[in-house]
């Protein structure tokens, strides 16, 4: 099973893309990918490693947390591993009046 985790802050999205063998956490894992977009609403910087050795490191303007997204989505799409995603998951630090607790 492959997931990905994001986490959005407010200047950043991480994110890592794992394998699971079957499918528990408590199992063996495997890095896929990794990535920060740094610098959401100023010029950024994207560093992104595949778990092939796959590295793209440069400079952009980065406007939003959409952009940001949009970013990190192509460069897995372009390392084949989005098709394969069974969970995505998100870091949320603030649930607003919604959430007071995890979830």
């Known amino acids: ?26 199992g063996k894992e495997e890095c896929l990918a990794c990535g920060i977009v740094d610098g959401i609403g100023a010029p950024g910087e994207l560093k992104f490693v595949a778990g092939n050795g796959e ?5 952009v303007p980065v406007a939003d947390h959409g952009v940001a997204t949009r970013l990190a989505f192509q460069w ?5 591993l989005l098709k394969d995603l069974s969970a995505v998951g998100h ?5 607003g009046n919604r959430f007071w607790g995890s979830a």
């Not at 590295?55 to 400079?59: G, I």
């Not at 897995?76 to 084949?80: F, N």
């Open 1 to 26: 099973m492959n997931i990905l985790a994001i986490n959005c802050g407010s200047s950043t999205l991480k994110f890592q893309a794992i394998a699971l063998e079957s499918g528990i956490l408590l």
């Open 76 to 80: 897995l799409e372009s390392c084949s």
């Open 91 to 95: 870091r949320v630090v603030h649930g």
């Open 55 to 59: 590295r793209l490191q440069v400079s």
